[in-house]
């Protein structure tokens, strides 16, 4: 049973390209979280989906980020024109149910991004 | 909106002695839940807590719930190097269900 799945695990990119994070979540889950962690930091939630709908977006920056959790397929978190302070580490995370209904998290490995 | 503190930062302690992380809301909380992250790894659930007043215990770790759940503790007895990493506990908002992390409590053990 595989657990949640990032992709890629390390990822660098230049200032002005564009970087796509891939996650898998957990057989099962509907439910799926991205958090930044800047190192040394906490996890700062970013989104919330459920599969084809976004829950909760309040801590995704206004603008170059988006995310999506389509029907069919991962979870993408797509970051446009990345600068320097955009490097970080980006967990995903799937649960089976909602937080408030005792849905524990599972965390994948992360996506280490940095922005030359 | 719901923030959720952790002390303190960081601790550091000589292997054998116990630790206490402490995690304080400023709002009632429906569960609370803590996670461990290793040094560059991804956290882990531990457990989570729903009752007011609760306690539970998996070995050496011992997790409580305050009465108004609006707090909570992680204790550690006897500390071993296996438990070096970072505690975070993490509460769900009332209305729109994101998971909140607290800041973190970063556990360093002198051998």
């Known amino acids: 049973n595989a657990g949640v799945m990032q992709n890629p695990r390390h990822l660098v990119r230049r200032r002005g390209q564009e970087a796509r994070l891939r996650c898998s979540p957990m057989k099962g889950h509907s439910h799926v979280y991205w958090y930044r962690q800047l190192p040394e930091e906490g996890l700062k939630f970013m989104v919330y989906l459920q599969k084809e709908n976004i829950i909760d977006e309040s801590g995704m920056p206004k603008e170059r980020f988006s995310a999506e959790f389509p029907k069919e397929g991962p979870s993408i978190l797509r970051i446009q024109q990345v600068v320097r302070g955009d490097s970080a580490a980006y967990f995903c995370?799937?649960?089976?149910?909602?937080?408030?209904?005792?849905?524990?998290?599972?965390f994948g490995e992360g996506s280490r991004l940095t922005v030359l | 909106g719901q923030q959720v503190m952790q002390i303190p930062q960081y601790q550091h302690v000589q292997e054998g002695e116990d630790f206490t992380t402490y995690c304080n809301s400023s709002t009632t909380l429906s569960n609370i839940q803590w996670y461990k992250q290793r040094p560059g790894g991804h956290p882990v659930f531990l457990i989570q807590l729903v009752k007011s007043g609760e306690v539970k215990k998996q070995k050496r770790l011992t997790f409580q719930f305050g009465e108004a759940k609006k707090n909570s503790s992680l204790h550690i007895t006897a500390t071993q190097t296996t438990d070096v990493g970072t505690y975070f506990c993490a509460a769900p908002n009332f209305g729109n269900e994101k998971l909140t992390f607290g800041t973190g409590t970063r556990l360093t053990i002198i051998p």
């Open positions: 995370a799937s649960s089976v149910d909602r937080p408030a209904n005792t849905g524990e998290l599972f």
